[in-house]
C-alpha cells in the first residue's frame, strides 16, 4: 500500500522559501509513468495543482507558480520536496502531495486523477 506523508514548517515568514517534503513508502517515486504532485488549497477554495515531478525526474510547474517553485527528488531517500520562495500570507494554505498516472501537458498541465494522497499539511505565510 502506498503512502505518502509531508513534512515541513507550519509557519514561514514574508520573503522566505518554503521546503515541503513528501515522503513516499510502499513503492517507488521512480516507478515508471508515475508522477508526484504537489497541490495546495486556500482556505474555502477549490484545489491548485502547483508541479510535479515525473518518475523519470523531468518537472512540470503551474505557469501561474513557475517562477517561485522547484520541485526535485532524492531516490535514496525515495521522497520529493517542494519550494517555493518569497512568500507572503497568501500562500496559507493547505498543501499537499499526491501520487497518480497520466500528466497531461502543453501550455498547462492536467491530471488523469490521483490515487494517492498525504494528509496535507497547513502553512502558514506570517506577514
Known amino acids: 500500500q502506498v503512502q505518502l506523508q509531508e513534512s515541513g514548517p507550519g509557519l514561514v515568514k514574508s520573503s522566505q522559501t518554503l521546503s515541503l517534503t513528501c515522503t513516499v513508502s510502499?513503492?517507488?517515486?521512480?516507478?515508471?509513468?508515475?508522477?508526484w504532485n504537489w497541490i495546495r488549497q486556500p482556505p474555502g477554495k477549490g484545489l491548485e495543482w502547483m508541479g510535479a515531478i515525473a518518475s523519470t525526474g523531468s518537472t512540470y510547474y503551474n505557469p501561474s507558480l513557475k517562477s517561485r517553485t522547484s520541485i526535485f527528488r532524492d531516490t535514496s531517500r525515495n521522497h520529493f520536496t517542494l519550494q517555493l520562495s518569497s512568500v507572503t500570507p497568501e500562500d496559507t494554505d493547505v498543501y499537499y502531495c499526491a501520487g497518480g498516472m497520466g500528466l497531461h501537458c502543453g501550455s498547462e498541465c492536467r491530471s488523469d486523477g490521483y490515487g494517492y494522497w498525504g494528509q496535507g499539511t497547513q502553512v502558514t505565510g506570517s506577514s
Open positions: 510502499g513503492g517507488s517515486i521512480t516507478t515508471p509513468d508515475y508522477y
